[in-house]
């Protein structure tokens, strides 16, 4: 995505066309992706406020895994999972203690029955060792090895087909930009100021103007691609689940 690229744009630029679509050869695409194109076009141009660069028919859910910049806040989930658990445990310690000293005091009055408490105070130590040091890790670490694909989704019921995408959108099978961002994007792509991919050399483009980046959700197209020549050929890790749970 680099000179090739640029006379598109300027092929584009040429016919006055209000949007460019930029369709890489190695995807197919759903049955509705024109139609769901447009009303996900009309949708961003009608929140108005922030201006936006583009507007991604795919996505690599590849790269929504878990990310490195992100450890610190797993960390605080983490740590605050551990703090409900704790607070739980010390709330039920709490009653524990007020249900065993009623249970004293009402078989003082007469009544002749004195209900033991659940679970001596050695037995509920060990059980809020376990939970503490073994079930709650064991659940955590489960949830990590599933995936974030899995059980944090960007959007599980995306109402209005289409999402803001700030960060690791990925990648440039399918683009549409509106007509008033193609001359910047036809001398970035002409004089890109680093010798990196196309896409990264946007996204960088577009940080630095503040402009907003939107996704369609799910995916109106699919790589089907199963070499990169980017970095050699290499097999592709470039692929959208959730195209392929579309009816």
Known sequence: MRLDHSVLVERCRSRGSRYFALVEDDVVASRDWFDRTRRALEYVERRGGRD????????S????????????DYMQAIFLV??????????????????GSSSSSGGSGGSGKISAPLLSGPAFTYLAALALGLWTPALIALYFLA??????RLSPFPLAGVREMPRYGCCAQ???????????LQRLLRDPPYDFAGDMILEGWA???????WALDPSVLQHVGMTESSDGPRLAEVWN?????QG
Do not use: C, I, Q
Not at 83 to 99: S, W
Not at 147 to 152: A, K, P, Y
Not at 174 to 184: E, I, N
Not at 207 to 213: F, I, Y
């Open 241 to 245: 689940f959730s195209f392929e749970r």
């Open 82 to 99: 551990y703090v409900v658990v704790l607070l739980g445990f010390v709330e039920l310690r709490r009653r524990h203690k007020l249900g």
């Open 61 to 72: 859910e590849f790269f929504m895994g878990w990310n490195n910049e992100e450890v610190l």
């Open 207 to 213: 940080g630095d103007r503040g402009l907003a980046k």
């Open 52 to 59: 936006w660069v583009y507007l991604r028919l795919f996505y």
């Open 174 to 184: 399918g683009l549409v930009f509106p007509r008033r961002h193609l001359a910047g």
């Open 147 to 152: 995936g974030r694909v899995t059980m944090h």
